[in-house]
């Protein structure tokens, strides 16, 4: 397979952030994903993300399996640290490394048949014990890569390309997420860069286990009718729980207005932000109400997208386990080998 690199002159006026870096200095190899795959814009949207947070290249660690969308972490931040491992088993190979190295940001991308089928026991794992990382799942129901058969979020009763029915009941990595623990769930569509964007933002900002799962319809095989997860169907009946944006660090911004009314603020960079107030009875810090939420909108046949779910106060692997504050790669001999004195105590208090 051939490979196109991207030019590496950019247009001296393109807008810099603050570390200095360009949008074009996110990017990563030129795509090899069918055209129109909604992919593409998930790997654009996670571009746009890192460069608003003027995340530093050499800090992200981006994490895939095996699928069209473990292809995709080769197609952003090309001065990122990565790794692709086999199929399935992303979930453990980012364990290792965070456990290795907490002063990197964790970013694991994955498929619905990577870690809903052959992975699935490997997301749960890594999602209940609260591993610090944004895991996004592309999901567009089908395996791509072997021509198009229903994957394990295959909603029951969607048709494939030929007109075969899926008899099969889905998974919903959603509320598994929910269930097994993870402090921060959201849902959005490869389509809607608005919502995508910054979810993806606040999911890095994020400590603890965020999990977001990407409607991302294959423009191959699963964008036609009949398919529950096509551009059509998904615009239809998408049913958004709140509008998002994230804020810097900065003097406070107060605001004032009623529930369901629109408001418009202008922020410390002078742009405009529309904010979307909910209902009162909506708070995405309750997690049972969530659940049901998730649950009702499913029964109506609608997708719920947004933020679900967040833990303000999650803490992650390395609070729990107590773990050094420096890299594994960075203690010297002193703390690699303390001593027979500190080998006995610690032999002690397991007694």
């Known amino acids: 397979m051939t490979f196109i690199a991207k030019p590496r002159l950019h247009h001296p006026l393109l807008k810099a952030n603050g570390l200095g870096f360009t949008r074009r200095d996110y990017e990563g190899k030129v795509s090899t994903l069918c055209a129109g795959c909604g992919h593409d814009s998930i790997s654009a949207a996670i571009i746009q993300a890192c460069y608003d947070l003027e995340v ?25 640290h990565g790794f692709n491992s086999v199929h399935g088993r992303m979930p453990s190979v980012l364990t290792g490394a965070y456990l290795a190295n907490r002063e990197l940001i964790y970013l694991g991308v994955s498929g619905d048949g ?17 591993i610090n990382m944004t895991y996004i799942v592309e999901n567009n129901g089908v395996y791509g890569l072997t021509k198009g058969q229903f994957s394990a979020t295959a909603d029951k009763g969607s048709k494939s390309k030929r007109g075969v029915a899926n008899t099969d009941e889905p998974i919903d990595l959603v509320g598994l997420a929910l269930h097994l623990g993870a402090t921060f769930v959201g849902r959005s569509f490869s389509g809607d860069k608005e919502q995508l964007v910054p979810l993806i933002k606040a999911a890095l900002h994020h400590k603890g286990s965020a999990f977001i799962d990407v409607i991302s319809p294959c423009i191959q095989f699963n964008n036609h009718k009949g398919s529950t997860k096509s551009f059509d169907y998904v615009r239809e009946h998408n049913a958004t729980v709140n509008r998002l944006d994230v804020i810097e660090d900065g003097t406070e911004i107060l605001v004032d207005y009623a529930p369901g009314t629109v408001e418009l603020v202008t922020q410390h960079d002078g742009s405009t932000l529309r904010l979307s107030k ?8 309750d997690k049972i109400a969530a659940s049901m939420r998730l649950q009702l909108h499913q029964a109506r046949g609608e997708i719920l997208t947004g933020l679900i779910y967040i833990d303000p106060a999650a803490e992650d ?16 001999d002193a703390a690699l080998i303390p001593g027979a004195k500190v080998l006995d105590r610690l032999n002690a208090s397991l007694r």
Do not use: E, W
């Open 317 to 332: 692997l390395h609070h729990h386990l107590g773990t050094v504050q420096t890299p594994l790669n960075g203690l010297d």
């Open 114 to 130: 990577d870690s809903a089928s052959i992975g699935l026991g490997q997301f749960a794992h890594s999602i209940r014990r609260g």
């Open 278 to 285: 909910l209902p009162t009875d909506y708070d995405p810090t």
């Open 56 to 80: 530093l290249p050499h800090r992200l660690a981006k994490m895939s399996g095996i699928g069209c969308s473990s292809k995709t972490p080769d197609y952003f931040v090309g001065a990122s």
